[in-house]
């Protein structure tokens, strides 16, 4: 028991905090490009004109359909073939960036269809142009209903970052896989990996109804009951 | 004689088979107020929509101060919209934004007009519809009357020649009416110059300069309000009246 313990003080946690690290390194830079991306592609793909409304749909629906890992394979091992090198990290960070933006696009699209057809007319008939309308009136508002589903990528984003291990960026779970596989206690290891998860996920679900909650326009979606 | 400020030329819009205008002209004075009245259907709301190309008529023209607009001149129309207020039936107002906000927004996003002069401007427009005491609460804490005077206020903070008002009152309660109704009686006591569709046969009688009643996308009959609802001369247009007499009653 004792010598369990020590295994896990010595070994185990220095080991899972460095890829814990690297983990926050790859989650942190992803999620804030997967969130610009789907925000940006949202909008093309509700106002966007007839040819980049059809890209930006492609766009999304080849990068929602692919499973991601095969996203990573092809971002790691199969662009060598095309005399493009991308690192673990980078192509880890890429693979995670484009797949959370494609489903954030589609929060975002269907925040911004929510938005009411009068506030536009409104806004046109004081002399709005389209971009400026987008911008200042129906932006701030669908910001704020995909913030729930957009939240719920990041989290998913949290949980799928530990697929980068399996492009050889070792992070949180590739520390887990190397530390159980030499010592094949699995169940703690994974046990104290799954810990990991479980508490990046919980702040980053803590930060974000935070966010929600100052955002909240008084007397505006508050229909609870 | 006076040009006029708002000329509307031949407007024609059909939706599919659909013809809902069928070629509307009206010449508009200074000053004028007015009214248009008809079933629902009758082409009004539309012939609002299409007066600042909210709705893209497929023919006609419109001139505002001698001048025609070519709406697929995007400048020309941003510029030509800001001298056009419209009120809706149903407010729009931004619902992220507070009344305050509201009003302001089109001074500092459209109009360029710095934070604090803009802020200025929005205080007093609110001030002017009566809402002192409710320039920091949102559109979801207002009631239908007051967020209608802030829809108000919002389209006279850009300074407009014109106002198009689509049923200003037909989303509220009775008891809501009376308040919009002396704000826009203001306005027309100050000089601006307006169309407004809406049924309320009484308030429209007091204060028209002409009574234009539509149907089927045309004006069937116009004039004073005396000779529209008391001596009509098209059957059409009396049985209407009389209907929403009944309806709405004589006062306004």
């Known amino acids: 028991m004792t010598e369990g313990l020590l ?104 925040a911004l269809l929510s938005i009411k057809r009068g506030q536009m007319l409104a806004a046109e008939s004081l002399g709005f142009s389209r971009l400026r309308m987008i911008a200042a009136i129906i932006l701030p508002q669908a910001v704020r209903r995909a913030l729930p589903g957009c939240g719920n990528e990041v989290i998913y984003l949290i949980k799928y970052s530990s697929l980068a291990y399996m492009v050889t960026c070792i992070e949180l779970t590739g520390e887990g896989k190397i530390l159980a596989s030499n010592s094949f206690r699995f169940t703690e290891v994974f046990l104290i990996v799954g810990v990991f998860y479980l508490l990046m996920t919980s702040i980053a679900g803590f930060i974000l109804a935070r966010v929600e909650n100052h955002l909240r326009i008084p007397g505006f979606e508050q229909q609870r009951l | 004689m006076t040009s006029p400020i708002l000329r509307i030329e031949n407007l024609s819009k059909r939706y599919g088979q659909r013809e809902v205008l069928r070629g509307v002209s009206l010449e508009v004075d200074k000053g004028d107020l007015k009214i248009l009245i008809g079933p629902s259907g009758a082409g009004k709301s539309t012939f609002l929509h299409c007066i600042n190309f909210l709705v893209k008529p497929d023919q006609g023209l419109v001139r505002l101060d001698g001048r025609e607009i070519h709406p697929e001149h995007k400048r020309e129309l941003y510029a030509y919209r800001q001298k056009v207020g419209m009120i809706f039936q149903d407010f729009n107002l931004f619902d992220h934004l507070n009344a305050f906000e509201n009003v302001r927004i089109g001074l500092t996003k459209v109009k360029g007009i710095g934070k604090e002069e803009a802020g200025a401007r929005a205080r007093l427009e609110l001030e002017r519809v009566g809402l002192k005491e409710h320039i920091n609460k949102y559109p979801a804490q207002l009631s239908g009357g007051q967020k209608q005077r802030v829809s108000i206020a919002r389209a006279l903070a850009m300074d407009p020649e014109v106002m198009l008002l689509d049923e200003p009152t037909s989303a509220l309660d009775p008891e809501l009416i009376g308040e919009v109704h002396a704000v826009i009686r203001d306005l027309g006591t100050n000089g601006m110059t307006m169309i407004m569709a809406t049924h309320q046969i009484g308030f429209a009688s007091s204060l028209a300069s002409e009574i234009i009643f539509m149907e089927d996308g045309l004006i069937v009959e116009r004039g004073t309000p005396d000779k529209i609802f008391n001596d009509a001369e098209h059957s059409r247009t009396r049985e209407f009246c009389s209907k929403i007499t009944d309806l709405y009653g004589e006062r306004g």
Do not use: K
């Open chain 1, 7 to 110: 295994y896990i003080q010595s070994e185990v946690l220095p080991a899972l905090f460095r890829g814990f690290g690297v983990s926050l390194r790859l989650i942190f830079p992803s999620a804030l490009f997967g969130l610009t991306i789907g925000m940006a592609v949202g909008v093309l793909r509700v106002y966007g004109s007839g040819p980049v409304r059809r890209t930006a749909d492609v766009y999304a629906a080849l990068f929602r359909g692919i499973p991601l890992v095969i996203q990573l394979f092809i971002w790691y091992f199969g662009l060598p073939y095309f005399n493009i090198y991308l690192s673990p990290f980078a192509a880890s960070v890429l693979g995670f960036s484009l797949c959370s933006g494609a489903y954030n696009s589609e929060y975002v699209r269907g």
